[in-house]
């Protein structure tokens, strides 16, 4: 027994000394790096939490970093020491994603899916524009509408429940609550993926039997494109065609991935979009005036010129700057990735160290806000973007660039354009309850003043709004 107690413990002693080797060598590494003031202790984490304290509860991450790059006038880039703490989006939509995919897997996971994407009573905003972006991608995927609009759509229920169990897991320190979330996400998962894997064998059958066509991919759906590539292999192997786990697990987590980034970015954006033109009534009137130029101020003159010549969403010009000054003051949230190959990253002739465990991540808000890149950044004006420089549109980037742009991008603008071009002229959005700051959270804004907590975005996988953006509306007044 004694024997034991004495290994029991030398394998105790041995992990306790493996880990503060670890915990010293990560410390000393970001010490004397480009950042904020550096703890020993507690790295960055200290400072992190305070800056958090700040907001509202589920404060995003873009928010506690742009104040941190202002209330400490950082460079450009800059190290944070966040160890141990990190999030990803594999917990709430599985591995092998294409958002958190790298190298091979995601280029493959691109060429495959980036063919679709060419081309008076309260009511709470988000739910209403999350089920019409839910609605658009999901029939872009599937091919059918998921008739998440009239509150028939299992699978939104279940995507919502798996993200907002989620995060009330991360921001619980009770264990038994923990548990339960836990028990809830995972059911809502499986619900979820067994909803989508049925989807997936069913039209397998169809395509297998029916003999479709699968060759020309900008005529086939985002599930065709997915099947095609199984199909295409095991021709190209001389083998039957089966829908194996590992293919199956692929599928399933990318379009989780699809029904999330498909309808989180339209709903977001507009409903910021619309609280900030409901206190910026000329920038309404521009618009207004030239949805009725380039289509009508008749509401079925629009829907028949949009199915006759939907080319003239292009022509909307100031409705795009809209859209765009709207990203650049609440963007969607930024991305993080681990370098390929670990090593120094060179940016103006100077060397920044990097690691495996190193998360590279943009956080376009603290430079999308600040007076050196954007003059008057607080100020929302579209006209900033009609004929904007080449170097000032460069640090615009909302949908990434290079190799990594958003593939839904195009989609996105179009589909925020014709919610726009179908709403504003005929109804008007007013915040409802709000309850403006007396003096602002933070010196970088001052849309708490106006807008309250709303003025700041809420952490629920992507930057969404607060509250889901209760908004009052009533039929417009003749033009």
């Known amino acids: 027994m004694a024997v ?3 290994i029991f413990m030398s394998i105790v002693v041995a992990i306790h000394t493996f880990y503060i080797a670890k915990f010293i060598r990560h410390r000393r590494f970001y010490a004397k790096l480009p950042g904020p003031p550096h703890s020993f202790l507690w790295g960055h984490l200290k400072l992190y939490g305070e800056t958090l304290a700040l907001f509202p ?13 202002h209330k400490h006038k950082l460079p450009v ?35 495959m899916l980036a063919p679709a994407f060419s081309a008076a009573k309260p009511v709470l905003l988000e739910h209403i524009i999350s089920a019409l972006a839910f609605d ?53 998962i499986k619900r979820l993926d067994k909803s989508i894997e049925s989807k997936i064998r069913a039209w397998f059958d169809v395509v297998e039997h029916s003999g479709i066509n699968v060759s020309n991919k900008r005529s086939l759906s985002i599930m065709d494109l ?45 409903c910021f979009a619309f609280m900030l033109l409901s206190i910026h009534p000329p920038v309404v009137y521009r618009l207004l005036s030239e949805h009725a ?24 010009e100031y409705t795009a700057c809209i859209i765009k000054e709207t990203l650049r003051i609440y963007p969607i949230g930024n991305s993080g990735r681990a370098p390929d190959d670990p090593g120094p990253i060179t940016y103006k002739g100077k060397h920044y160290l990097t690691h495996a465990n190193t998360l590279i991540c943009p956080v376009q808000q603290a430079w999308q806000v600040s007076a050196d890149v954007f003059p008057d950044p607080d100020s929302f004006n579209p006209d900033r973007f009609l004929d904007m420089d080449k170097t000032s549109m460069l640090a ?34 007013t915040c409802h ?6 003096k602002p959270r933070v010196p970088w804004t001052w849309m708490d003043l106006v807008f309250g907590d709303r003025a700041f975005q809420e952490l629920l996988t992507k930057a969404r709004p607060r509250d889901g953006m209760p908004m009052s509306v009533t039929r417009a007044l003749p033009s």
């Open 226 to 270: 997915i099947i095609r590539e199984k199909i295409l292999d095991a021709k190209a192997r001389v083998i039957p065609a089966r829908l194996d786990s590992d293919f199956l697990e692929l599928a399933v987590n990318n379009i989780k991935t699809l029904l999330l980034a498909g309808s989180g970015t339209t709903t977001s954006t507009l």
């Open 77 to 111: 880039i800059f190290y944070l020491d966040l160890w141990p703490l990190a999030a990803y989006l594999d917990p709430i939509i599985g591995k092998g994603n294409i958002v958190a995919a790298n190298g091979p897997r995601w280029k493959r996971l691109r060429d």
């Open 293 to 316: 130029r380039i289509f009508s101020s008749d509401v079925e003159a629009i829907h028949k010129l949009l199915q006759n010549e939907p080319q003239r969403l292009k022509e909307l």
């Open 4 to 6: 034991l107690l004495q």
């Open 136 to 188: 658009i991608i999901f029939k872009l995927i599937f091919g059918y509408p998921a008739d998440a609009q009239a509150e028939k759509s299992a699978d939104l229920r279940n995507l919502d429940a798996i993200i907002r169990r989620e995060f009330a897991i991360r921001n619980s320190w009770n264990p038994l609550t923990k548990l339960r979330l836990r028990r809830e996400k995972e059911s809502a």
């Open 433 to 438: 309850g709000l309850k403006p700051n007396s």
């Open 57 to 69: 509860p589920l404060g995003h991450f873009q928010t506690v970093i742009t104040t941190i790059v």
């Open 396 to 429: 615009w980037q909302l949908f990434k660039r290079g190799n990594r742009v958003c593939i839904g991008q195009a989609l996105a603008m179009e589909e925020m354009k014709t919610v726009l071009l179908y709403t504003v002229q005929f109804f008007q959005l």
